[in-house]
């Protein structure tokens, strides 16, 4: 089973590895995967649900179920509560902590050898520390359970920071009390910046978790547009029911305004329906009877009844979350190197700390032992786990929900980092740059106007008879033109030729269907629509001629049509420096009409689909990083052995496991827009993770007293807090800047 959990109590990088490494020694857990970004846990067990929170529990940390909308709300509603409670609990100490230092500057502390001073040191010193675990003990928390498995996080370094602080303070308050007289510049108390370090953090985070939930919002998105509830039809009963108790083969009225509430086909009706929240495209899609919906998409003014095709994790939005899911919670190797950095972060920290304390308190100036405690604790403040930890899963996060958005799911983070690499893209032509289904293209009639009719229904009486591709095509095209009112012919002696095409007998008249070969064994003449018949094999055009009676009546021209976005979306594939490459299990003449038409020079034709495989070996060997954009099926093995694989996903059948990547919407655009999306992403979190290294490189140093001996000033600890809490803000800011990126495709 597989179950999903939003966490409570995971702050940072090492709560992370505590918890992996508790599920890991955890024999009620099979798999894990934790995404540090949306605070969410993905288990594969045989146990009970409430064994696996148990377990989390254990470990020292929250989690809450996410199956439906409705847990999803859960969530929400206590993400929401530890919002307002992390910001009330800031509030108040800041509030304390900046009424100490209004005290300090307007000079109405005593001195901490008189009585008065030494009274309110007392007081502030149980306020503080009132304050200090009723607003952060979760904090302290924490830090305890972090030592006691020698697992150091975030926690420890606040704690150990605004611990030595109150602790020096604390000391110094209980040897005036027992009469002991310190030097002046040692008798400062450090009250006030434990509980505005506190508080700073406090805030940091509240302002943290209210920017980080927007990175959740495409999954939520996506989870809210499938309706709670569907009118199902059984016999002459219409109820309205939960989605939960449909089954394949239902009856579903959709009204109009109403969202489709599972995958289906439609049986009656006709409307127009948005797709746009799972395909980005814009344009609404004229559905018809037998034609395909996919739950979650929005219906327009008419009134469908559809047929049930697939529920629960079987429909498109259900694979199309399951994957975004999947996707957030992979790492890429950039954030692979972040995670090792991470793992050492803190010790090292702690042990810089030490080192910074000694020397100030053996080789500085007096008072040494207070500059030594002020140092050690603002360095083990300033330093910021938080960020490293954040920098790439938060940027995944926001951007595969934003191609989500776009219809473009990417399957796994990797393919992120790839794209900015790949130097040729490799097109497969029959479903991918063209739509896949032969149509009738041009027509040419030699016969009197008035009689056209009675022939396209004696073509769609004949060729309704058999089963080759193209006969379809021309059946599609004479029920387009024919008055539908016309009378249904009788076919006999139907006969199919193979490898020339079709005869049959209609109202006691021979007719003869099928190519050049054919007319020339029956004797039918056709010089008359030889220049069309020329101009139109030149164009890669397969040729249907029409006999009757040995008398030439019409000739069609069927081909496989041009998506017609696929030229411009090559044109700016290539206007990006990418080498594009037709790859065609077609014949070279069509492969090389079609490259023609959409602005493709290489073509590589007569190719079988387990041959596609070594074309792309051929070009990795000769250094190329490949990017193989395909319909997800004939393609599998190419687009498995391509650097990075773009799956052509349409309607209800979108191969999401074929590839990296899947193009929900079937448009070759979305490549573009894939691609534009993968470069912004890996620009975004080489941008968070310079920030953070450069954060902690410069900071750390400056909270050591690193620029004392020049400008004699060592930073304040609680400005270090504030730094420390910005840090992480900062990167989840920048992560969300790919929320609104201007997409090229």
């Not at 387990?610 to 319909?631: S, T």
């Amino acid at each position: 089973m597989i179950y999903r959990f939003s966490l409570q109590g995971v702050k940072c990088a090492g709560c992370v590895r505590s918890l992996e490494k508790g599920l890991t020694a955890s024999r009620a857990i099979d798999d894990f995967s934790v995404n540090f970004a949306d605070r969410s846990l993905t288990v594969s067990s045989m146990e009970p649900v409430e064994q696996i929170i148990s377990t989390v529990e254990e470990i020292g940390y929250g989690a809450i179920e996410i199956t439906d909308s409705d847990s999803l709300e859960k969530v929400q509603l206590a993400e929401q509560q530890h919002y307002r409670t992390t910001l009330i609990r800031s509030l108040v100490a800041l509030g304390f902590g900046a009424l100490l230092m209004v005290q300090m500057w307007l000079g109405w502390v005593p001195p901490i050898n008189q009585t008065s001073g030494i009274l309110l040191g007392v007081i502030t010193c149980l306020l503080s520390l009132v304050i200090m675990f009723a607003c952060a003990s979760h904090i302290y928390k924490g830090a305890w359970r972090s030592a006691l498995k020698l697992n150091f996080n975030m926690d420890s370094l606040i704690a150990l920071g605004t611990g030595a602080a109150w602790f020096y303070s604390t000391g110094i308050v209980l040897v005036s009390l027992f009469g002991v007289v310190l030097p002046e510049p040692a008798t400062h108390l450090y009250y006030e910046a434990s509980v505005m370090i506190l508080g700073f953090i406090l805030l940091g985070q509240a302002l943290e978790a209210k920017a980080r939930k927007k990175t959740g919002d495409a999954v939520r998105s996506l989870m809210q547009l499938q309706p709670s509830t569907a009118l199902r039809i059984r016999g002459d009963d219409e109820q309205e029911v939960a989605i939960e108790l449909l089954s394949l083969q239902d009856l579903v009225r959709v009204r109009p305004g109403e969202s489709i509430p599972v995958d289906g086909v439609v049986v009656s009706g006709e409307s127009y329906i948005d797709e746009s929240m799972l395909t980005g495209e814009s344009e609404p899609v004229h559905k018809l009877e037998g034609e395909p919906l996919v739950g979650g998409t929005l219906n327009g003014s008419g009134s469908l009844l559809m047929k049930v095709e697939k529920v629960g994790s079987q429909t498109v939005l259900a694979q199309i979350i399951e994957s975004v899911r999947d996707a957030q919670n992979c790492k890429p190797e950039l954030g692979k190197l972040a995670d090792k950095i991470a793992s050492f972060f803190v010790p090292s920290v702690m042990l810089f700390a030490v080192l910074t304390a000694c020397i100030w308190f053996f080789w500085g100036p007096e008072p040494q032992l207070t500059y030594a405690v002020i140092t050690m604790m603002t360095v083990l403040i300033i330093a910021c786990p938080c960020a490293l930890g954040l920098a790439t899963p938060m940027s995944v996060m926001v951007a595969v929900g934003r191609a989500a958005s776009e219809g473009v799911l990417i399957r796994n983070a990797d393919a992120l980092q790839l794209a900015e690499r790949v130097t040729t893209v490799v097109f497969d032509k029959t479903g991918t740059v063209t739509e896949g289904k032969p149509v009738v293209t041009d027509q040419q009639y030699i016969c009197d106007s008035r009689n056209i009719s009675q022939v396209r229904q004696a073509i769609l009486a004949i060729q309704s008879r058999s089963e080759h591709p193209l006969a379809a095509a021309i059946c599609t095209h004479m029920q387009m033109t024919l008055d539908h009112s016309g009378e249904n012919l009788s076919v006999e002696s139907f006969e199919s030729l193979s490898g020339l095409g079709l005869s049959a007998c209609v109202a006691d008249k021979h007719w003869v269907m099928g190519n050049a070969a054919l007319m020339a064994e029956q004797g039918v003449r056709c010089e008359e629509v030889l220049p069309k018949a020329k101009q139109w094999a030149s164009e890669a055009k397969s040729l249907v001629y029409v006999a009757c009676d040995k008398e030439l009546i019409a000739l069609l021209a069927i081909a496989d049509q041009v998506k017609s976005d696929s030229e411009p979306a090559i044109e700016k594939l290539k206007k990006a420096g990418l080498n594009i490459i037709l790859l065609s299990g077609d014949n070279q003449l069509t492969a090389e009409a079609i490259a023609l038409e959409v602005g493709i020079k290489r073509v590589i034709a007569d190719v079988k689909p387990e041959q596609k495989q070594e074309v792309i070996k051929d070009l990795q060997a000769q250094g190329e990083v490949v990017a193989m954009v395909g319909d997800g099926v004939n393609d599998a093995p190419a687009l498995a052995q391509a650097d990075l694989g773009y799956a052509i996903g349409t309607g209800s059948d979108i191969a999401i496991a074929s590839a990296d990547v899947t193009l929900i919407s079937g448009s070759i655009s979305s490549v573009s827009k894939a691609m534009s999306i993968s470069k912004a992403t890996v620009k975004n979190i080489k941008q968070n993770l310079f920030g953070a290294f450069v954060y902690n490189a410069v900071a750390i140093p400056i909270a050591a007293g690193v620029l004392f001996p020049f400008i004699g000033v060592l930073l304040n600890p609680a400005i270090a807090g504030a730094a420390m809490a910005m840090s992480s803000i900062t990167v989840v800011s920048n992560a969300n800047r790919l929320r609104w990126l201007k997409i090229d495709g």
